[in-house]
């Protein structure tokens, strides 16, 4: 039986000055597998997320979605906004799905039933589906290698089902399973998972990148990466949640970058060929992290402590990336120069006088 | 659903209940038009630029700067030449009010619009033709009276909507001002030449050595004319009332400048020479004098120190790096000599009033100073020459006296420039006579239509407020400085003191523009909306179409706009005589329509003229 040739898409970089929005590129692609009309939020990061990626994708697309706010809110009445072929599976098995189709590709393409290139597989996993419950599929599906690119859009919390705390939510985060009281005022006690660096770690032949919506030029060159990347891939992306972190919707992607640029979500790349972290990526300031928690309502507990806490944590990432820290920051991380929230300072008054 | 490469057995291809339609690329998904979640929406609203806002003639700068920086310098200077009859003089000679309007002067260093300008101009010199044609006839003349940059501007405003002009200019060259006022090392001859080439192209006819008043009368251009405009300038100079002015060796700044321009000049300076005056005038003789031979120039001026003179700083800071000495606070009383100028008799002076504004108060009671010179230029500003005109068109200023459209009376006279905009609190400069000139143009085509003239009522939305801006997408960037001539070289040679863009250069200069309130398609709203509703059917004209069928009025868009162009309206304002989820545009395109559709049609026309 003669071999067949396998076909592969080789999508091209997109130059940008800066890696940001803000200058017109023509080589950006005009076809949209994403169409208007669906029923998230407005506003919705992940949405913002879910477009640039196809976009930078291209129409020779499958798409996989494992139960989430893009499965559950888009996909009601069995009417999708995807105008690529897409498919739901259970939120466990993410990565066994994804890895079914990429194999069942490979071997239609060996057996000659299927003509043309082989398809960008893509599969958008939530962070409760791609950090939790559908770890073990996931770390399967990049262990064996397969040719698909997995991303974890990433917003802190089991969103679709009405803001559950997920191992991705961040220390001092509200949800409904994390509330602030009397015992626990920081609310959720714990760190988030460090998912990729895990993901980086676990499976060093895989291309694992970090991107934030903050950054669409850099998101879209990651996912044509990821994708033209020979084996599998996997991206985390930071997809502000607008009813989970409570903030006004025209920040969202101001929210994207001030993640970045308070040292929250490191941006950088695992490449595969050198076995190393590439931190290259540094965003245009540098910021304390009140700035980003501030516009947000789930962090309006935080007492100064907690606020020093996770600037320890945001200094903490940025010495990880062999960045300098300003003196600044480091003077910021001590909760004797930090005040509390306003809204926790009112919420103290309230438990007094009651 | 996409059912893209399913293969779907025949039986199921017929539609059954329950099955939903595919959505599409073009469409969306119609089924769930979230548009009705909205209660703000965004529009499009595009603002004026403060640079256009300040240039005297209202050239699109923020337009030409975005065509420049695409690479479309045809499309750039075919935009300039709407308004601005000669970019390459203005881009020399420009005391550039937009840059000091400038937003992002409040940012880090404001553009330099004036190189940018003058690097199209030299690229329209350079065309074999040019892009801009004479309009289709109609039979009526008009008479211009000055070939200064007011008479040039509306000559050829005029020349454009087909009339037949004809220029009178009493000097034996065309050019007024712009060839008599300034000087070869700011404005090469050959360059104003070129200019007139292209004036003459577009069938305008210029008679030179013909005098108003002399030549041709009042009642001649009454009857051989359907209309006339009076650009006549400023031709004598004022003097400073001292004893002995009419010594020899006394020169007046504008005379001695143009005689130079025109090549008539027969002075010929002493060693040492004295500038009197502090403002523009003044320091271009005092440049001039050091090129025509002087060894010491100084100039003294009322003003007691550098800040207060009314001359532009950076022309200021070129003179006294040539080597010209500063002497504040004094005046003339008397030139003392024998027939001959030998010395100045100086005495300490202020102004009266506020800053710049005569009359001065002269302290006799201090001593007098001498001062020995070989030569004096008076430089203190022009008056009119208007014997010829009937006295009822006189103002008490000596200028022409004119209604708001710049009309006289009821006649089909007009008059334009430094003549009317004397004592008008404008400041004199090239670029507001060209405005004028233009404004005027179009205010005569309106009366020989026979069309009410009408003042502009439109409100202007001005954006000076960078906070009304993202300027996270902004990042500090230095002014690319134009070269000059080193100061030693320069003092002695005609040659251009300030140094051309390169073309890397003009575009890294124009790429700095915010383009504020105005959309340059950035592309940013496109890139960011979640739905995606914001689509652009042409890249690259700017002009988006958001599709409020879906829009959920997020804003997304509107906080990440970099140039403030997109606004949030309230969806009940729509409500007037607009079905809503119906319009996918603003109530007003504004000048983002109009523009859009200006730079649509300026490609196929630059296409075909040339």
Known sequence: MPTIEVQRQVLPILGSPNQGARFFNPELPSSEPFVPGHRTCAGCGPSIQYRMTTKAAGDNTILVGPTGCMYVANSSYLCTPYNVPWAHTQIGSAGSFTAGVAAAYEAMIRKGKWKGAFPNIICEAGDGSASDIGLASISGALYRNHDCLIICYDNEQYANTGIQASSRTPYGGMTTFSPPGPKVPEAKTLFPKDLARMMAAGHPHCYVATASVGYPIDLMNKVRKGLNHKGAAYLMIYTPCQKGFVYETPRSIDLGRLVVECGLYPIWEWNPEKRAYDYSFRPQNMRPVSEYLKLQGRFGHLHAEHIAKLQNFANEQWRMMGVELPEALIHAADAKNLVNMAAAVEAETVAQTL | ?610
């Open chain 2, 1 to 610: 659903m996409s059912t893209k490469g399913t293969k779907i057995p025949e039986r199921l291809k017929i539609p059954f209940a329950g099955i939903t339609p595919a959505p599409t690329q073009e469409k969306g998904q119609d089924l769930f038009p979230t548009g009705n979640w909205r209660s703000i929406r965004p529009v499009y609203r595009d603002k004026l630029p403060p640079c256009n806002n300040a240039c005297g003639t209202n050239e699109k700068i923020q337009g030409y700067l975005d065509l420049v920086k695409r690479g479309k310098y045809l499309d750039a200077y075919a935009l300039i030449k709407e308004d601005m009859p000669f970019p390459s003089v203005t881009g020399r000679v420009c005391y550039h009010p937009c840059e000091q309007a400038c937003n992002r002067g409040k940012y880090d260093e404001a553009i330099s619009i004036r190189a940018v300008e003058r690097f199209l101009g030299d690229l329209g010199q350079a065309l074999a033709r040019d892009v801009v044609k004479a309009g289709t006839p109609n039979g009526k003349k008009v008479a211009v009276v000055g070939s200064g940059p007011a008479g040039h501007s509306a000559a050829y405003q005029l020349a454009r909507l087909g009339y037949k002009v004809t220029i009178l200019e009493k000097s034996p060259k065309a050019g007024g001002l712009n060839r008599g006022g300034i000087p070869d090392w700011v404005l090469p001859q050959h360059v104003l030449d070129r200019e007139i080439e292209r004036l003459v192209e577009i069938g305008v006819t210029i008679k030179t050595n013909v005098e108003v008043g002399k030549d041709v009368t009042w009642d001649e251009l009454k009857k051989n004319y359907d209309a006339c405009v009076l650009a006549v300038g400023l031709t004598e100079p004022n003097s400073v009332r001292a004893e002995g002015e009419n010594k020899d060796g006394v020169l007046y700044g504008l005379p001695f400048l143009r005689d130079i321009g025109m090549g008539t000049s027969k002075v010929k300076v002493g060693a040492r020479v004295a500038v009197i005056g502090g403002g523009n005038t003044a320091i271009d003789c005092a440049r001039e004098a050091l090129r025509q031979g002087a060894v010491e120039v100084t100039m003294i001026t009322v003003e007691s120190n550098p800040q207060e003179m009314p001359a532009v700083p950076e022309d200021l800071h070129d003179m006294v790096e040539e080597g010209v000495e500063l002497m504040h606070g004094r005046t003339v009383t008397a030139v003392l000599g024998n027939g001959r100028i030998e010395a100045l008799q100086l005495h300490p002076a202020r102004f009266s009033g506020a800053i710049n504004a005569s009359p001065i108060t002269v302290d006799k009671e201090a001593k007098a100073e001498r001062f020995a010179v070989d030569n004096v230029i008076i430089a203190v500003g022009q008056r009119a020459s208007l014997g010829w005109l009937p006295d009822e068109f006189k103002t008490e200023r000596g200028t022409i006296k004119i209604d708001r459209f710049g009309r006289l009376g009821d006649t089909n006279f007009f008059a334009a420039g430094d003549i009317v905009q004397l004592g008008s609190g404008q400041p004199l400069m090239v670029v507001n006579a060209v405005g004028d000139g233009k404004r005027v143009a179009f205010n005569l085509d309106k009366v020989l239509r026979g069309q009410a003239l009408e003042p502009r009522t439109v409100p202007v939305d001005v954006l000076f407020d960078l906070n009304r801006m993202n300027m996270t997408y902004f990042p500090h960037f230095p002014r690319v400085q134009q070269t000059l001539l080193p100061a030693a070289s320069r003092r002695k040679t005609q040659e251009e003191v300030i140094q051309a863009y390169s073309e890397e250069q003009a575009v890294e200069e124009a790429s700095r523009c915010f383009s504020c309130g105005t959309c340059n398609a950035c592309d940013n709203c496109y890139l960011v909306c979640p739905e995606p509703c914001i689509v652009r059917d042409v890249r690259s004209n700017g002009l988006y179409k958001i599709l409020v069928d879906y829009c959920k009025g997020c804003r997304v868009c509107i906080e990440e706009c970099p140039t403030g162009c997109l606004e949030g309206v309230p969806e009940l304002d729509f409500d007037t005589g607009v079905v809503r989820m119906d319009t996918a545009f603003a109530v007003s395109p504004g000048l983002h329509g109009r523009q859009a559709e200006e730079l649509k049609n300026l490609g196929d026309r630059a296409a075909k003229n040339i």
